[in-house]
């Protein structure tokens, strides 16, 4: 018998606030994986009030909903904010550390500071707040989903200008993930400027 997936819930953000005594961020990134692009992150304080239906993992959404869900989230929530770390700051920093960087601008963009934050995985950054770490948390917790959604849509849409700025590598398409488009592109054209050259697999490709 297959286990039901999960739903996101307020659950881990009420128990949270209650202890904190103030308002609780759900936080995730998208973007540590890819080839090609920075790394984004996204933090959100949704109000059990106004809540929008169907927020969930970004992954277990279509890109049509995705979008849709954008826009509510940011018309209802409390606070949000989006927070990028470029190329140059991950080859510099290492992708954790740039990571760590995008999620600490995010939680500055917000009109309302939380006192702590909920972010997905089990790593604990270093945020101007407390953290509470949650494998899986884009799964169980409803403001880290919320957080995934804009993470993921900002960074799509910086891929697909990206897209228009290097013509030919498929931005648009794969958002900087390895594709055999990608890698039939970069053995052609050589890496763009938002390539993450000193990784392996671009450095493989281009020394085959």
């Known amino acids: 018998m297959i286990k039901a ?6 659950t881990l953000e009420t128990r949270l606030s209650q202890r904190v005594g103030g308002p609780v961020c759900g936080v995730d990134e998208a973007g540590r994986g890819p080839w090609a692009g920075p ?3 996204a933090a959100v304080i949704l109000s059990p009030e106004h809540l929008p239906d169907g ?4 992954k277990a959404l279509s890109a049509k909903r995705r979008d849709t869900l954008e826009g509510e989230i940011k018309d209802h929530a409390v606070a949000w904010g989006v927070g990028f770390a470029s190329v140059e700051e991950i080859e510099d920093l290492n992708i954790l550390n740039a990571t760590g960087l995008a999620m600490c601008r995010a939680l500055e963009a917000m009109a309302v500071a939380p006192v702590a934050a909920l972010v997905d995985g089990n790593y604990r950054f270093t945020l101007p707040c407390e953290v509470e770490t949650v494998v899986g948390g884009d799964g169980l917790s409803l403001s880290i989903a919320a957080a995934s959604i804009l993470a993921k849509t900002a960074r799509d849409r910086l891929m697909v200008e990206m897209d228009a700025l290097y013509p030919g590598y498929g931005f648009a398409g ?7 488009v990608h890698q039939a592109a970069l053995r052609t054209l050589g890496p763009s400027p938002i390539h993450r050259k000193s990784w392996a697999p671009i450095r493989a490709l281009l020394t085959e």
């Not at 997936?5 to 307020?10: S, V």
């Not at 927020?55 to 970004?58: A, E, N, P, Q």
Request: proline share 15%.
């Open 39 to 41: 790394v984004t992150a």
């Open 5 to 10: 997936r999960p739903i996101p819930t307020l």
């Open 55 to 58: 927020i969930d993992d970004s």
């Open 174 to 180: 794969h958002k900087g993930y390895n594709a055999p």
